[in-house]
Structures are given as structure tokens and as C-alpha cells.
């Protein structure tokens, strides 16, 4: 009987660390994405930059337009064109 109980305390052991380890482990996973994505934005907006350079043209280099060219990528950056001529 002791043994079944030891059995079934460590099932239920690890069944816990499980879940906590899925706790902490998909914040992680999405503040890595948005990492690597704002990484990839900020490269776009760098070519945006040395492209609009010849036309005489620039966007700002800042935490809010990396994160908007981060999350949506090359409509992102239109986006952000548009705005910027807009202005």
C-alpha cells in the first residue's frame, strides 16, 4: 500500500512541474518572438532608410517603430511610410 501511495505522489510530483514549466515557459517563448521580430523590423527599417536615402527620405529610428515593423513585417513599414509622408 505504501508503495502505490509513493507511486501516485510522484505522478502527481511531476504532473505539477509540468505545468508550472508550461507557466513559465510560454512567456518566454512569446518575449523571444517579439524579439526576434523587432530584430527583423529594425533591419527593414535600416534598408527603408538607406533606400529612402536617395529620395531624401527617412523614418525614425525608435522603440515604436521597430515594435510596429517587428509585429507586422513589410506592412508595418508601408505603414509607417504612409504615415511618415502623411506628415
Not at 518572438?33 to 523587432?38: G, R, T
Not at 529610428?61 to 521597430?66: K, Y
Not at 508595418?76 to 504612409?82: E, F, K, N, T
Request: proline share 3%.
Amino acid at each position: 500500500m505504501a508503495t502505490a501511495n509513493l507511486v501516485m505522489a510522484i505522478l502527481f510530483l511531476l504532473v505539477i512541474i509540468f505545468i508550472i514549466a508550461q507557466l513559465i515557459m510560454k512567456p518566454l517563448k512569446l518575449v523571444w518572438k517579439l524579439v526576434i521580430n523587432s530584430i527583423i523590423g529594425l533591419v527593414l527599417l535600416i534598408f527603408t532608410n538607406y533606400i529612402g536615402a536617395y529620395f531624401d527620405f527617412s523614418l525614425p529610428l525608435n522603440i515604436l517603430t521597430v515594435l510596429i515593423a517587428g509585429f507586422l513585417g513589410i506592412p508595418g513599414i508601408l505603414l509607417l511610410i504612409c504615415f511618415q509622408l502623411l506628415l
